[in-house]
């Protein structure tokens, strides 16, 4: 895949290295590739991204760069000028809404709750997972995002549930497994 992503970008053809590029760096990210050469390669993709203008794809790499910037204790990246601001995820995933980039949204939102798994942020992962409710549920997300996203949504319900013993939390938590379970069986 790296070597048809490099390819693309060489010859031009920029809507296929975009998307690739950033689906290369979230499966990578989301599989458990080392924090530092995931860094590295997405500090090329992010420099060919501003050097093109594709703005749409870059916004989608700022959650994955301040994931591994919160992973690893590394310093914030200069982004590029059309992006400022967008550093803040919570913006930066308002905008989607605002933009109907869904993709976007399931990029962002499948980060954080990554994120408050592994910190364990009870209170931000319960507003977050109400507002994956709220928006996700009558549309649809990217494949990859609603696969690590109902993973993960699972994880944290049945991690509240067991801070709080809110009986929603264990029904969202084992209706996540029975999702993820369906698509290990049908082979998605």
């Not at 989608?60 to 995820?89: F, M």
């Amino acid at each position: 895949l790296i070597l048809f992503i490099l390819f693309s970008w060489q010859c031009g053809v920029l809507a296929s290295a975009c998307s690739n590029s950033a689906s290369y760096i979230l499966i990578s990210f989301l599989s458990g590739a080392p924090l530092a050469s995931l860094d590295r390669e997405m500090e090329v993709f992010l420099n060919q991204m501003a050097r093109y203008n594709r703005i749409r794809w870059y916004k989608c790499l700022i959650p994955i760069t301040n994931a591994t910037i919160n992973l690893s204790g590394g310093k914030q990246r200069q982004l590029y000028d059309s992006v400022l601001g967008y550093e803040d995820d919570e913006h930066n995933l308002n905008k989607a809404f605002e933009e109907n980039d869904m993709m976007r949204c399931g990029i962002i939102v499948t980060i954080q709750m990554m994120g408050n798994f592994i910190f364990r942020n009870t209170d931000n992962a319960i507003a977050l997972l109400q507002k994956y409710e709220t928006f996700f549920a009558p549309r649809p997300m990217a494949q990859l995002c609603t696969v690590f996203g109902t993973f993960y949504s699972g994880l944290l319900a049945f991690h509240i549930f067991r801070e709080t013993q809110d009986r929603h939390w264990l029904d969202r938590g084992i209706h996540a497994m029975r999702e993820t379970e369906t698509w290990a069986r049908e082979g998605c």
